[in-house]
């Protein structure tokens, strides 16, 4: 009991000081900043990711970190110059987001993984994980504000935050038991719940009609699933390589892949919806 305390302690202290520290980046600088300090983020978490993919020494390592951080520069540089790429990188991700839940649904009914096992085939996957992500937060803040990000980062917050506690208080009910133990149905609705109140503050503080508050809902809705399909699809890839946490960077949290899983899936989906909804 003592160390539950004592990690939740641990939780919240880290969690509060990573809050602060994001609300500052966000509403401080501009969006070019903040894409290259989320770009070293996308690094480290891109080293855990290597761990996932089976590889052992630092210098494989750091060649895959060399590999991805040259293709974000490449897809800063497409940003840039074709603003419109942005949507071909949106498209990509969701296909890839549609066939990760496949493979997440597959392993829980079947009870057997179709996971690829091939580091390199992991390696790709991995920059189709984090780039997209990346790409999008870039692009949300770039056109539409720091506000946007702000919410965007509240919104998985309330879901992980409201999950966590439901499910210690409530959990009984598994969610996906063969691929993440621990997440329960309950925890999911207390997750949804969190993100709808959220939703419902900012379109308060956006003086939403009722008709976009039920379009704008819908949008947060399939943001926040998607939030947990990436928070799923890592513990899958996790569990095939008997891995708790993706590193230990993060005291109580883990690593940085652990913090930043929901957001790789739910940032690209949020900012495809703003585009194709005409949202300003």
Known sequence: MNSLKK?????????????????????????????????????????EWAGICGWQSRFTHALYVGALFLTMLLGYWSLEHYPEAIV???LI??????????????????????????????????????LPGWCALYVLHDRYGGEWVVFLFALIAATDTGAFFAGKRWGHTKLADKVSPGKTWEGVLGGLLGSLLITLSFALLQRMTLA?????????????????????????????????DSGQILPGHGGILDRIDSLTSATPIFLLGMIALGIK
């Open 88 to 90: 071909y990188i949106l």
């Open 212 to 244: 976009e508050l039920i379009i704008f809902t819908s949008l947060c809705l399939t943001t926040v699933l998607a939030s947990i399909a990436g928070d799923l699809l890592e513990s899958l890839f996790k569990r095939q390589m008997q891995l708790k």
């Open 93 to 130: 991700s969701c296909i890839w987001w549609i066939i990760a839940i496949r493979w997440i649904v597959y392993h829980q009914r079947r009870g057997y993984s179709s996971m690829p096992t091939s580091p390199y085939l992991k390696a790709l996957l991995g920059g189709l994980i984090l």
């Open 7 to 47: 990690m939740l302690k641990l939780r919240i202290l880290t969690g509060s000081l990573l809050i602060f520290a994001i609300l500052l980046e966000i509403l401080l600088f501009s969006a070019q900043v903040v894409a290259w300090i989320t770009g070293i983020v996308i690094a480290v978490g891109a080293w």
